[in-house]
C-alpha cells in the first residue's frame, strides 16, 4: 500500500524526489501519511481537496481487498 501511494504521488507531482510515505498500524487502522515538497502540496490536494479525495478513495479502494481499513494524511 504504501509502494502504491508513493508511485501516485510521484506522478502529481514536480519534484518527486522529495515525495515520501511513512506507515504505521493503528489499532484498527493502516495510516500512511504522505510528505510532498512545500510548493507541491497544492497539486497533491487540489482545488477544493478533490484530488486528496481521489487519492484517499483509491487508496481505501485498493485497502478494500486486503480487507483492511486505510487512512491517508497528507502532510
Do not use: C, W, Y
Not at 524526489?17 to 493503528?26: G, K, L, M, N, Y
Not at 482545488?47 to 502532510?75: D, L
Request: glycine letters at 6%.
Amino acid at each position: 500500500m504504501k509502494e502504491l501511494l508513493e508511485v501516485l504521488a510521484k506522478h502529481l507531482v514536480d519534484d518527486p524526489q522529495s515525495v515520501s510515505v511513512s506507515e504505521r498500524e493503528d489499532e484498527d487502522a493502516l495510516i500512511l501519511e504522505l510528505t510532498v515538497a512545500q510548493e507541491d502540496v497544492g497539486k497533491v490536494i487540489g482545488k477544493q481537496g478533490r484530488i486528496a479525495k481521489a487519492i484517499r478513495t483509491f487508496m481505501k479502494s485498493a485497502a478494500g481487498k486486503e480487507n483492511k481499513k486505510i487512512v491517508v494524511k497528507i502532510m
